[in-house]
């Protein structure tokens, strides 16, 4: 079970919760940063923050898939954008909203920075989730 909180004496966030509190006894999955490539290791997007976020979260999908998870179950994200203009980074956050991934809301921090590891590579996201027990059929 997943619990957001928004604590009532801090500055309201705007469409996060402040942390996340899973139950003891779950299964957590630390995902590695989600990048912008291709199953062939080629950027997709290049020059574009926004068709690049849009890869990353493809790609976060399919790591979620392979440990039993889903966007559902994110309980916390850092999303890297490199940009120091904050309409780029809120772009970059209108995707990951639009994706399904901000429905919790889960804990997340947006973040400019000056480069990423891949060439060409503009946006990352780390992830953490629940992976739920499986359902018997």
């Known amino acids: 079970m997943i619990r957001r909180v ?7 966030p705007p469409r996060y919760s ?10 957590l999955a630390f995902l ?24 990353v ?7 979620l898939r392979a440990v039993g998870s889903d966007f559902a179950h994110v309980v916390a994200t850092d999303v ?5 203009d904050t309409s780029v980074l809120s772009a970059v956050w209108d995707v990951v ?3 399904g991934l901000g ?6 921090t947006l973040l400019g920075v000056n480069c990423l590891g891949y060439s060409g590579q503009l946006v990352e996201i780390t992830a953490i989730a629940v992976v739920p027990e499986a359902v018997a059929s």
């Open 18 to 27: 402040h942390a996340s509190v899973v139950e003891a006894g779950s299964r």
């Open 6 to 12: 928004t604590s009532p004496s801090l500055f309201p």
């Open 32 to 55: 590695a940063g989600a990048v912008p490539l291709d199953s062939e290791g080629k950027v997709i997007g290049e020059g574009d923050p926004v068709r690049q976020a849009e890869q």
């Open 97 to 99: 909203e639009a994706s």
């Open 103 to 108: 429905l919790g809301p889960h804990s997340s």
């Open 57 to 63: 979260l493809v790609n976060l999908g399919e790591q």
């Open 80 to 84: 890297y954008v490199v940009s120091g």
